[in-house]
């Protein structure tokens, strides 16, 4: 058994290079598809990356109201901090309130002096989720139950942002799934006419081998390998390719080439466009044996 596999993709690789000029233009059609795939997901991969980064940012900020005492203070912070999906809370007095407005905005803290040395701003207590609950359904059902007890005078959790951020990463990830079955039907298409002239050219050896019984596996192999070999190959280009325009990109354009798993998810789907392009060019290339 392995000696008749490593025989068909024996004549696998001796099919590729007695039509190297064909394999050839073949293969820079998949790389330059596969590249465009390439970049598309680098782009949304990057930009998937930094709105996760900004929903892990996601947090709430509770106002307390005036003349709330430090001892009301701390009970409604343990209060909060045993509330489910809570990861921990921070209090912050009029004090550090107004200092942090002076380091974040210093050209408008000229705006404090204005409002008179009795104006404050008010004390908060800032909460942090767990991952699991920075979703934007779970965090307004969190701000609505603070919203509710008592000393708190205002909710904020980026109410205007923070929906359309959630949206924006779930459909970052089905347009990299939409582009990657329009890819994968595409190039199979090419590769499928690719086999489909390779079985043409090799049509007396599949009659010959169908009239001395070869099994219909052993006739397929080497075409399959093809396929195979041709989506690998013009995969594995594709990111070379890619990888060079990231690293040209890198002085000007802050990201990252994609990591490891997506760069074998790409190579993955080479080889399995390339299998299905066989298939298809075999169906209609190769003629069923007779009954």
């Known amino acids: 058994m392995i000696h ?15 039509k190297m000029g064909s394999f050839l233009v073949t293969l820079l059609m998949v790389s330059l598809s596969f590249m465009v795939f390439d970049i598309f997901i680098g782009v949304s991969w ?14 709430i900020e509770i106002f307390l109201t005036d003349g709330l005492s430090d001892v009301q203070t701390i009970a409604l912070s343990d209060i909060i901090s045993g509330m489910e999906g809570v990861r921990s809370v921070y209090r912050v007095s009029s004090e550090e309130a107004e200092a942090f407005f002076r380091t974040d905005l210093p050209e408008q803290a000229d705006l404090l002096t204005l409002m008179g ?12 989720l767990h991952p699991e609950y920075r979703s934007a359904e779970r965090v307004e059902t969190i701000a609505r139950t603070l919203a509710g007890m008592t000393g708190v005078q205002d909710v904020v959790f980026g109410e205007e942002y923070l929906p359309g951020l959630t949206r924006a990463v779930d459909v970052l990830s089905r347009l990299v799934l939409l582009a990657g079955l329009v890819l994968a039907i595409s190039i199979s298409l090419v590769v499928a006419n690719t ?21 219909g596996w052993f006739v397929r192999l080497p075409f399959l390998g093809e396929g195979v070999i041709t989506g690998l190959a013009g995969s594995a280009g594709s990111l070379l390719l890619t990888g060079l325009v990231s ?3 890198s002085a000007t354009v802050s990201h990252r080439f ?3 798993s997506w760069i074998a998810g790409v190579l993955l789907l080479g080889a399995a466009t390339g299998a299905l392009g066989s298939w298809i060019g075999m169906r209609s290339g190769i003629p069923r044996p007779r009954a």
Do not use: T
Not at 46 to 59: F, H, I, K
Not at 117 to 128: E, N
């Open 46 to 59: 990057n930009l998937d990356r930094a709105l996760r980064e900004e929903q892990q940012s996601v947090g």
């Open 117 to 128: 040395p009795d104006f404050g701003l008010p004390a908060s207590i800032q909460i942090s």
């Open 195 to 215: 086999v489909r002239l390779s079985v043409a050219e090799k049509s007396l050896s599949v009659q010959i081998m169908s009239i001395v019984g070869a099994p």
């Open 258 to 260: 994609l990591p490891g």
């Open 247 to 249: 690293g040209l990109l």
């Open 4 to 18: 008749l596999i490593s025989n068909s993709l024996r004549e696998a690789w001796l099919g590729i290079r007695g």
